[in-house]
């Protein structure tokens, strides 16, 4: 287990290397591989660990590359799709197996807690939360899950599931393409990756502090 997610980190930090090297290995098979990362990333509730902001703005960074086998518009399209055909296969999963899984303690595969936090976000943002979700790394994960669990109107979801997909895969892979290419940030492109990284779940940090001081306020009401 240890090695497996020493190897994610090194996936993760070193993205721009790894998809080099799958380019090189698999030519445009590469986006066959970026699909199936993307529609497992946002489809599988059991995957949430995967690469998302990271990946997409590395692989529209290497598309940026002057000889690159990749086309940084036929791979957003690509990318889109799978990530509202993503969100729709979970929200289904959710509708058909939510209820029961909120009903049990932590299986081997889910963590409560993860599913507590993403309908947390989820009943504070509303349809909001399918787009905003996107761009949290793991809640946008579970929260098509549980929009479907808690029985959201479909069409109500995929509004929101289009619009969001197609902000996030567009977002990430074109600043990517524009700015990837740029020495300054090809110099520091793990630090780019960190800040991205970092960016991303600063929404998750903000809302632990917050509970935590909630929890304290309850635990030490003041005099």
């Known amino acids: 287990m240890i ?18 090297d799958i ?7 590469t986006y066959a591989v970026l699909a199936v990362i993307v529609f497992a990333e946002t489809g599988l509730v059991v995957t949430p660990f995967l690469p998302g902001d990271s990946l997409l703005f590395a692989a529209g960074a290497l598309s940026s590359a002057e000889g690159s086998q990749l086309n940084v518009h036929l791979m957003a399209v690509l990318l ?3 990530a509202v055909a993503g969100d729709s296969i979970n929200y289904w999963i959710g509708s058909r197996v939510g209820p029961a899984i909120f009903k049990r ?15 947390a976000f989820f009943e504070k943002y509303g349809g909001r939360a399918v787009i905003l979700a996107r761009f949290v790394p793991i809640v946008r994960t579970f929260v098509p899950f549980v929009a479907g669990a808690g029985s959201m109107n479909y069409r109500q979801f995929m509004a929101f599931n289009v619009v969001g ?3 996030w ?4 892979c074109y600043a990517g393409f524009f700015f990837g290419a740029h020495p300054l940030v090809q110099k520091n492109f793990k ?5 991205i ?3 991303s779940v600063l929404p998750i940090i903000f809302e632990f502090a917050r509970a935590w001081l909630h929890s304290r306020k309850i635990k030490f009401p003041a005099a």
Do not use: P, Q
């Open 23 to 29: 380019v090189a290995n698999y030519g445009t098979w």
């Open 197 to 199: 990284i970092v960016l």
């Open 191 to 195: 630090l780019v990756i960190l800040a």
């Open 80 to 82: 889109f799709a799978c």
């Open 105 to 119: 303690e932590d299986s081997i595969l889910m963590r409560k807690k993860h599913l507590s936090r993403a309908h």
């Open 169 to 172: 895969v567009y977002l990430f």
């Open 3 to 20: 090695d497996v997610i020493k190897h994610l980190i090194d996936f993760i930090l070193h993205i721009d290397i790894h998809l080099r």
């Open 165 to 167: 997909g197609f902000a």
